[in-house]
């Protein structure tokens, strides 16, 4: 059984989370994936603490140097390639790689799941 925070889940659910990384991180000042969380990237924390309840976790960017390398171990890298416009511009690369028949949006600045 799995659980986090007080769920238990038999198995893992059939979801796709997707995790936007490489934006231009105007108001932040800074790329959010780097912000350091309880020892580990931000960016790691979110596709670890995703893994044990999601079957499949993606991290789209826009370039590898946008990818802490602690978090690389923990999900699947796909590019952004689509030239989709504004902060989800990320969003179609997952509809295109995912696996799973569902797909839970989560974005970067939720990091207490």
Known sequence: ML?????????????????????????????????????????????????PLASESLVCWQSETQVPPDAKPFAKFVPDESGFPGPWRGSPPPSTHASKPWIFFNGGGICLI
Do not use: Y
């Open 3 to 51: 659980g986090l925070k007080g769920f238990i889940l038999k198995k893992k659910l059939p979801i796709t989370t997707p995790f936007l990384l490489g934006g231009e991180s105007k108001r932040f000042g800074s790329p959010k994936a780097f912000l350091p969380w309880n020892g580990k990237s931000l960016a790691a924390h979110l596709a670890q603490t995703a893994g």
